[in-house]
C-alpha cells in the first residue's frame, strides 16, 4: 500500500511538474503543420475542385450531408468564392506558422480550424492521412507543442534574458491578436453561425477564455498562485493529450495490423502484390513489378508489415525494441509515399511515428538542423544567428514508457 | 475517411476530451518557470489552488481514459459492449473523431474498378448525338503514372464517389435516403465535369452542343495473380451500368474549370 501511494504521488508530481516530452511534440507539431502545408499548396490549383462552392461536391450538397452530421466547418458560413478564398490562405498561413511556432497555442487553434473546415467541407475527398491530420489538429490544440524549436521559445528566451537585465518586456501582439480573434468568434456565434456540434466552439472558447485568464494572472512581475495553479493544469492537459496522441497511434497500427490477420491475402502471403497492380496506387509500374518480382520477397514483406504493425503497441515496453520497430516502419513509410503515390497519407504517418522518437537522436537531429541553417544563413550573408537556448531539464525529456 | 455519417442526431454526451480548462498562454506557450523565478508547481500553491489542480488532473485523467476507450470501441469489431452501447460510442466519436484505419484490410482490393461516362449531347441544330464511353478512372491512371504528388482529384475524387454510391444504392441502383440523392449527384456532377475537360461535346458534334444526358458504369476487372502463384482468376470483365441520368441546364457547363 505504501509503495503504491509513493509510485502514485511521484507520478502526480511528474505530470503536474512539467509538459512532458518537448522535443517529441514540437516534431509533431511541425510534422502535422509541414504536411498540411504542403498538402495546400500542392492542390492550390485544384482547390476550387476539392473544397470550393462550385466544386462537384458543390456547396449546396455539402449543406445537406452537413445539416444531418452537423460537423464544424467555417466554409459553411457563406457560399461565396471570395470566403473560400479567404479560408484556404488563411489554412495555409496557419499551417506555415505553427510549423514555425509563432504564438503556437493560436496557431494550433487555426491550423484546427483550417483542416476541420476545408475536410469536413468535402468528406469524400480525403484519405488516411487526412484523417490522421484531422484528429491530430484537434489533439494539438491541447499541448503545449512549441517548448523548443519555435520561435515562441526563442522569444521567451528573450524576454527571460531581458527580465535578468532588469527591462521590462510588455506583448502588445498576443492581446491584439487574442482581441481580434475573440471579435470573430464572438461574431461568429451572434449570427448564428456555430451550428455545429457542440464540441469545437466550445474548445474555440474554452481556449480564448483560457488565454485572456493567462494573461491576465501573468501581468505581476512575481507568479501569483492563480498562474502557478494554470501552468499546472496546463502541464496536466498537455500531458494527457500527448497520452491521447501516443495511444491514437497505437490504435492506428493495431488496428491496421489486427485487422489484416483476418485476411486471406495476408496470410497467403501475396498481399502486398495487389496494391502495387491498382490503377490508383500504382504511379511507377515498372518499379511495382520489381518489387514484386519474388513471391518470397512479396511474402517476407506481408507478413513482416502485419508482424510490425501488431507488435508495436506492446513494443512501447521495450526502449530498444521500440527503436528498431520505429525505424522499419517509418522506412516502410517512406517507400510507400513513392511506391504507392500516397506521399502525404506517408508523410502524416511519419509525423505521427515521431512521437515515438528517443530525445537524444530528437537533440542530435535538431543540433545537425540548427548548424545547416547557421551555414546557410552565413552563406546568404551577414546575417546574425538568432540563439535558442533550450531549457534543459533532464527529467522533462522523456515520455514515457523508457523513451 | 470515410463519410460522416448522420445516424445519431442528438449531440449532448459528456464533455470531450477537453475537460473544463484549456489552459492556454496569451499567444503561446512559455517554456516552464525559469529556475530564477520563485517555487513553481503544486508545491507553491495553497490549499484551494491544490484542490483546483486535483480537480483538473481527475477531470483529464477521466477524460483520457473515456476517450482513449471511446476510440478503441469505435475501431473494434462489433462487441457484446458495443451491442448495447453503441449509441454512446457513437455520440462520442462523431463528427469529429471518426476514423478508419482498415488500411488494405482485411484484404487489399484486388480489382481495378474502372468508372466510364458516356453523354448524350444536343447539338447546335437539333439533333442528338451519343458519345463514345469515356474512361475516367484509366485518365485518373495516366495521371498519377510517374507522378510523386498524385492530387487529390486524381486519386481520390471519382474512386470514392464511386464507392459513396455503391455504399448508398441497392443492387438495382435505387438510392436509399439522403445520402443516395446526393451521392448521385456528387457523382452525376464529377462525370459532367470530367467530359468538360475531356472536350466530349465538341469531339462528338464537332462544334458546339450541350450534355442533356449522362450515363455511367463500372468495369471491374481482376488484377492478375502473381507470375509465380498457381491462382487462375477470371480475366473477363464485369459492368454494372447505370441508368441515364439527366443533367440540370445549370450544370451541364460542368461547374468549376
Known amino acids: 500500500?505504501?509503495?503504491?501511494?509513493?509510485?502514485?504521488?511521484?507520478?502526480?508530481?511528474?505530470?503536474?511538474?512539467?509538459?512532458?516530452?518537448?522535443?517529441?511534440?514540437?516534431?509533431?507539431r511541425i510534422g502535422f503543420s509541414a504536411t498540411?502545408?504542403?498538402?495546400?499548396?500542392?492542390?492550390?490549383?485544384?482547390?476550387?475542385?476539392?473544397?470550393?462552392?462550385?466544386?462537384?461536391?458543390s456547396w449546396g450538397l455539402a449543406e445537406q450531408l452537413i445539416g444531418t452530421n452537423k460537423a464544424f466547418t467555417t466554409l459553411m458560413w457563406s457560399d461565396g468564392g471570395a470566403w473560400f478564398e479567404i479560408v484556404y490562405l488563411l489554412a495555409v498561413l496557419a499551417s506555415a506558422l505553427l510549423m514555425l511556432g509563432w504564438r503556437s497555442r493560436t496557431m494550433s487553434v487555426l491550423f484546427m480550424v483550417g483542416v476541420l473546415s476545408l475536410q469536413n467541407r468535402s468528406v469524400f475527398m480525403g484519405d488516411g492521412g487526412d484523417n490522421v491530420l484531422h484528429l491530430m489538429s484537434v489533439y494539438l490544440v491541447f499541448t503545449r507543442c512549441a517548448q523548443v524549436w519555435s520561435l515562441d521559445a526563442?522569444?521567451?528566451?528573450r524576454a527571460r534574458a531581458a527580465h535578468a537585465r532588469g527591462e521590462r518586456v510588455t506583448d502588445r501582439t498576443g492581446p491584439a491578436l487574442w482581441g481580434v480573434l475573440g471579435l470573430v468568434l464572438a461574431g461568429a456565434t451572434l449570427a448564428g453561425r456555430m451550428e455545429s456540434d457542440w464540441l469545437i466552439p466550445a474548445l474555440l472558447?474554452?481556449?480564448?477564455?483560457?488565454?485572456?485568464?493567462?494573461?491576465?494572472?501573468?501581468?505581476?512581475?512575481?507568479?501569483?498562485?492563480?498562474?502557478?495553479?494554470?501552468?499546472v493544469v496546463a502541464n496536466v492537459v498537455h500531458n494527457g493529450a500527448l497520452l491521447v496522441i501516443m495511444a491514437e497511434a497505437c490504435l492506428i497500427y493495431a488496428t491496421a495490423g489486427w485487422y489484416k490477420i483476418q485476411g486471406s491475402r495476408w496470410q497467403d502471403g501475396t498481399a502486398v502484390y495487389y496494391p502495387l497492380h491498382l490503377e490508383y496506387f500504382s504511379p511507377w509500374p515498372g518499379l511495382a513489378d520489381l518489387l514484386s518480382a519474388s513471391g518470397t520477397m512479396v511474402m517476407l514483406v506481408t507478413y513482416g508489415t502485419v508482424l510490425v504493425q501488431v507488435a508495436f503497441p506492446f513494443t512501447l515496453f521495450n526502449r530498444r525494441v521500440k527503436n528498431v520497430l520505429l525505424a522499419v516502419m517509418i522506412t516502410e513509410h517512406a517507400v510507400i509515399a513513392v511506391v504507392l503515390g500516397l506521399p502525404f497519407f506517408s508523410l502524416a504517418m511519419i509525423a505521427a511515428d515521431a512521437v515515438f522518437l528517443p530525445t537524444a537522436f530528437l537533440r542530435r537531429m535538431g543540433g545537425r538542423a540548427a548548424r545547416a541553417r547557421d551555414r546557410l544563413l552565413r552563406r546568404g550573408g551577414p546575417g546574425q544567428v538568432p540563439e535558442q537556448q533550450v531549457h534543459e531539464r533532464p527529467e522533462a525529456t522523456h515520455v514515457g514508457f523508457g523513451t | 475517411?470515410?463519410?460522416?455519417?448522420?445516424?445519431?442526431?442528438?449531440?449532448?454526451?459528456?464533455?470531450?476530451?477537453?475537460?473544463?480548462?484549456?489552459?492556454?498562454?496569451?499567444?503561446?506557450?512559455?517554456?516552464?518557470?525559469?529556475?530564477?523565478?520563485?517555487?513553481?508547481?503544486?508545491?507553491?500553491?495553497?490549499?484551494?489552488?491544490?484542490?483546483?489542480?486535483?480537480?483538473?488532473l481527475a477531470v483529464v485523467a477521466v477524460g483520457v481514459c473515456v476517450h482513449v476507450g471511446m476510440m478503441f470501441l469505435h475501431v473494434a469489431p462489433p462487441n457484446t459492449v458495443t451491442r448495447e452501447h453503441g449509441k454512446a460510442v457513437d455520440d462520442w466519436i462523431y463528427p469529429e473523431f471518426e476514423q478508419n484505419w482498415k488500411l488494405f484490410a482485411p484484404n487489399p482490393l484486388q480489382q481495378n474498378i474502372s468508372i466510364q461516362v458516356r453523354a448524350e449531347v444536343r447539338d447546335g441544330e437539333g439533333g442528338t448525338l451519343t458519345t463514345g464511353w469515356y474512361?475516367?478512372?484509366?485518365?485518373?491512371?495516366?495521371?498519377?503514372?510517374?507522378?510523386?504528388?498524385?492530387?487529390?482529384?486524381?486519386?481520390?475524387?471519382?474512386?470514392?464517389?464511386?464507392?459513396?454510391?455503391?455504399?448508398?444504392?441497392?443492387?438495382?441502383?435505387?438510392?436509399?435516403?439522403?445520402r443516395g440523392s446526393l451521392s448521385e449527384s456528387y457523382l452525376r456532377r464529377?462525370?459532367?465535369?470530367?467530359?468538360?475537360?475531356?472536350?466530349?461535346?465538341?469531339?462528338?458534334?464537332?462544334?458546339?452542343?450541350?450534355?442533356?444526358?449522362?450515363?455511367?458504369?463500372?468495369?471491374?476487372?481482376?488484377?492478375?495473380?502473381?507470375?509465380?502463384?498457381?491462382?487462375?482468376?477470371?480475366t473477363t470483365p464485369a459492368y454494372r451500368e447505370l441508368p441515364w441520368w439527366p443533367v440540370p441546364e445549370d450544370e451541364a457547363g460542368g461547374g468549376v474549370r
Open chain 2, 135 to 178: 474512361d475516367l478512372s484509366a485518365e485518373d491512371g495516366r495521371a498519377i503514372d510517374g507522378n510523386l504528388l498524385p492530387s487529390h482529384t486524381q486519386q481520390n475524387e471519382l474512386r470514392r464517389a464511386w464507392d459513396f454510391f455503391l455504399a448508398t444504392h441497392d443492387s438495382e441502383n435505387r438510392p436509399v435516403g439522403l
Open chain 1, 36 to 57: 498540411w502545408l504542403l498538402f495546400l499548396l500542392r492542390e492550390f490549383p485544384h482547390r476550387h475542385e476539392l473544397y470550393g462552392p462550385d466544386g462537384p461536391w
Open chain 2, 1 to 56: 475517411m470515410d463519410a460522416y455519417d448522420g445516424g445519431s442526431e442528438a449531440r449532448h454526451g459528456p464533455g470531450g476530451p477537453d475537460g473544463p480548462g484549456v489552459p492556454a498562454e496569451s499567444g503561446g506557450p512559455v517554456e516552464p518557470a525559469p529556475p530564477t523565478e520563485p517555487p513553481a508547481g503544486v508545491a507553491a500553491l495553497s490549499l484551494p489552488y491544490r484542490i483546483g489542480v486535483a480537480l483538473a
Open chain 1, 205 to 231: 472558447w474554452t481556449v480564448w477564455v483560457t488565454q485572456g485568464l493567462w494573461w491576465l494572472t501573468g501581468r505581476r512581475a512575481q507568479a501569483g498562485e492563480p498562474r502557478i495553479m494554470l501552468d
Open chain 2, 190 to 234: 464529377i462525370v459532367v465535369l470530367r467530359l468538360d475537360r475531356d472536350d466530349a461535346v465538341r469531339a462528338a458534334t464537332g462544334g458546339v452542343g450541350t450534355i442533356e444526358r449522362v450515363q455511367v458504369r463500372s468495369r471491374t476487372s481482376n488484377v492478375p495473380p502473381p507470375k509465380w502463384s498457381r491462382e487462375k482468376v477470371s
Open chain 1, 154 to 157: 526563442r522569444r521567451a528566451a
Open chain 1, 1 to 28: 500500500m505504501n509503495r503504491f501511494s509513493l509510485a502514485a504521488s511521484r507520478g502526480i508530481a511528474r505530470v503536474t511538474e512539467a509538459a512532458l516530452g518537448p522535443y517529441q511534440t514540437a516534431v509533431i
